[in-house]
């Protein structure tokens, strides 16, 4: 039979464990413009996505990528307490496109990333 202290310990252990897999399945991304699963039909200019607490530009990034590859984007910036904006450079035609992102949000260090998609079909 284990001593208390050891079954403490291993609990303890089993806890923190279970905690960082579950913790695998959070996403600071709260929404997004354009939205997510979104079907438009007029170019985005900008991406501007929406976190739970404020990204650090400097441990952030985005991209877009689209039926002919992947955009050119600039300016990579905050507009207002929880949310990053690039714009975006080159011309945006009809198809499917993936923003891939990644950022540290708050005081978490942790480097959150994921993606998403949207349509756009032109008139």
């Not at 279970?18 to 939205?35: F, G, I, K, N, Q």
């Not at 689209?66 to 035609?93: C, F, K």
């Amino acid at each position: 039979m284990l001593a208390v202290g050891t079954r403490l310990s291993l609990l303890l252990s089993v806890l923190s464990l279970s905690a960082c897999v579950s913790s695998e399945d959070y996403s600071p991304l709260l929404r997004a413009e354009p939205e997510i699963g979104a079907e438009l039909t007029r170019a985005p200019r900008t991406l501007r996505l929406y976190y739970a607490a404020l990204p650090d530009v400097g441990q952030s990034s985005l991209r877009l990528i689209g039926p002919s590859g992947e955009h050119q984007l600039r300016g990579l910036h905050t507009m207002a307490a929880d949310d990053l904006m690039i714009e975006i450079m080159d011309p945006v035609s009809d198809g499917s496109y993936t923003v891939q992102w990644s950022t540290v949000v708050g005081e978490d260090q942790t480097v959150y990333s994921g993606a998403y998609s949207f349509t756009v079909a032109l008139p």
